[in-house]
DNA sequence: CATTGTGAAGCCCTTCACAGCT
DNA sequence: AGCTGTGAAGGGCTTCACAATG
């Protein structure tokens, strides 16, 4: 078994945060780290660093650690296509704008392309950067930026309908913030984010509180 | 084992969306359901389904499925406190406010009772129905409102602080919107929510998509 | 005879524990 | 002495498969 072509989902997300507090290590000049202190950046264990970092085939050293830079382009190499990747955007509502906001205060190397709306009113400006068009240009304008992730901040009612559209346009992963389950081919990859269940949830376990260790 | 005191979290999550669905039965005049009718509406397997109402101990019948209402109510035993929940949110940014117009239009027994924010020009107005307090006034306005989860909506380097701060004043629940790791008392819970994180995995997958059945 | 209820099996991820290295 | 690399054990969640039921 050598580099598999695709990693666990919970490494992948591991990954990702790493990728973070390894930036964080080189903006204040720390050229390498130990798994115990990436493990305490994180909700892990130094166990588990070591293990994403063996999944991966990264390697250390016992006396110096992890190269921060080396590891962070190794990471580089498995997150990032090496064109980049553009998403695009649809509902521009609120939820829409903050999203837009937040993508473009990001050195993520993901950038959203393009933003769809169906009201007129929000239909031709640039929302924090972003170009806004009107939902007929979904098809067009993804076929030109060739976009591959799609954002779905639209009402629940309309975006199982609108998430078909977009991976008939060629979209291949989803990020849905409508509080439905949408039916989607197998091979499109979907993450949901329900705020609302996920405050639900929260606040079940604020009332269930069972202290562990600490 | 009678009724414990708290079930796993993937069952709470499901219980949560398990009860958007139902609502929606009711609203559509359907009494009864079968387990694999609300496995369709989810990402789930009908074993599953029942298999969750086992743990929580909810029976239906061999012939005519389960009662809608009656689960309902149930579910909303077991996730509601009988006296409702009150959340607060700190930091009024384009998140904040897309969140607090998120939460005004929800049916859950939720609410969000005050906002905070540390400036001068947020501070005294409503904002979708919500007041907004100044950060000082934080440990008073919890403790007004006994309020138990906190939704931290600022930024990276001010997270944890505040996060601290609500612990202090009494808060046990917290979803945090920060792309970084809160340090917390082991008795709080935490739901990260980590919205370029969820991007990156998404392209990730989507670079990597492997078909399964359909 | 389609559906529920459920012990048992399976799977995946995390953690342990220790050998090997510097 | 302290850290990495890793086989093996552990734990929790999901799925299977089938007896029980109306």
């Known amino acids: 078994m050598n ?3 695709h990693y666990p989902d919970r490494t992948v997300e591991r990954l ?3 990728r973070r507090t390894l930036r964080r290590c080189l903006d204040e000049g720390k050229a390498r780290v130990f798994s115990h202190q990436l493990a305490a950046a994180h909700q892990a264990t130094p166990a588990q660093v070591r293990r994403d970092l063996m999944t991966i085939g990264f390697s250390g050293s016992p006396a110096r650690g992890y190269d921060v830079a080396g590891l962070l382009e190794f990471i ?3 997150l990032d296509p090496p064109s980049g990747t553009a998403a695009v955007l649809v509902g521009v509502g609120h939820l829409g704008r903050a999203l837009l906001a937040h993508f473009t205060r990001d050195r993520s190397p993901l950038h959203v392309a393009a933003a769809f709306d ?3 009113a ?3 400006v640039d929302v924090h950067g972003c170009p806004v068009h009107p939902l007929d240009a979904l098809e067009r304008v993804i076929g030109e930026t060739r976009a591959t992730v799609g954002i779905v901040a639209v009402p629940g009612d309309v975006a199982e309908d609108i998430a078909l559209r977009l991976v008939t346009a060629g979209i291949r992963g989803l990020v849905n913030f409508a509080p439905v389950i ?3 081919p197998s091979d499109v990859t979907c993450e949901d984010i329900d705020i609302t269940v996920s405050l639900e949830k929260v606040a079940y376990h604020a009332r269930h509180a069972r202290a562990h260790v600490a």
């Open 182 to 184: 949408l039916h989607l």
């Open 3 to 5: 580099t598999p072509n």
């Open 122 to 124: 929000k239909v031709g």
């Open 118 to 120: 169906n009201a007129p």
């Open 76 to 78: 580089g190499d498995i």
């Open 16 to 18: 990702c945060t790493y």
